[in-house]
T-cell receptor, first 114, second 114 residues
């Protein structure tokens, strides 16, 4: 299995621009998670989906952030407009439902907003 | 709300020696799962070991083992025969069975001295 695939690996953009991060979960996994990692706040859950349906988006920082999962094999996280404080590493992870199933993480996207 | 605390921001160990990383958590749930993840400089999140709360026996994976104290809500990771490749950030994480999200501690940076 190829694992969770995220793209791009690095993204540099200017403040005010739209940014779209992409994720392909492991085939057969029915839960998908978006996390953000910063030095100050550590790993924060932004949103997660079960069977393509958003379950908990309370971690989404503000309306500039949106996430979609149009099908079982693809998800996007969009930031519009982007701000310098959005600079972070964004991870996508997938798993089977159930507490004993570990999350499998992608390699993350390092976003830099100048 | 569940919280996970790693009280050691940094730890250091001599190659071939043993080191223990601490983790405590706060929960009112009785059915949950605990995980340790490793994040090397490549930033990939790698599952190290997991423990089911209903199991009294401590989990072991090769040189990695845990000391799970359910009453104390403690979940420490022991690395035996430390190797240079063990140098990384280590994250403790908690997942309740009825829910789905993974809650992370703040991480411990482990340095291995040759």
């Amino acid at each position: 299995d190829a694992g969770v695939i995220q793209s791009p690996r690095h993204e540099v953009t200017e403040m005010g621009q739209e940014v779209t991060l992409r994720c392909k979960p492991i085939s057969g996994h029915n839960s998908l998670f978006w996390y953000r990692q910063t030095m100050m706040r550590g790993l924060e859950l932004l949103i997660y989906f079960n069977n393509n349906v958003p379950i908990d988006d309370s971690g989404m920082p503000e309306d500039r952030f949106s996430a979609k999962m149009p099908n079982a094999s693809f998800s996007t996280l969009k930031i519009q407009p982007s701000e310098p404080r959005d600079s972070a590493v964004y991870f996508c992870a997938s798993s089977l439902r159930g507490g004993n199933s570990p999350l499998h993480f992608g390699n993350g996207t390092r976003l830099t907003v100048t | 709300a569940q919280t996970v605390t790693q009280s050691q921001p940094e730890m250091s160990v001599q190659e071939a020696e043993t080191v223990t990383l601490s983790c405590t958590y706060d929960t009112s749930e009785s059915d949950y799962y605990l995980f340790w993840y490793k994040q090397p400089p490549s930033r990939q999140m790698i599952l190290v070991i997991r423990q089911e709360a209903y199991k009294q026996q401590n989990a072991t994976e090769n040189r990695f083992s845990v000391n799970f104290q359910k009453a104390a809500k403690s979940f420490s990771l022991k690395i035996s025969d430390s190797q240079l490749g063990d140098a990384a950030m280590y994250f403790c994480a908690y997942r309740v069975n009825a829910g789905n999200m993974l809650t992370f501690g703040g991480g411990t940076r482990l340095m291995v001295k040759p």
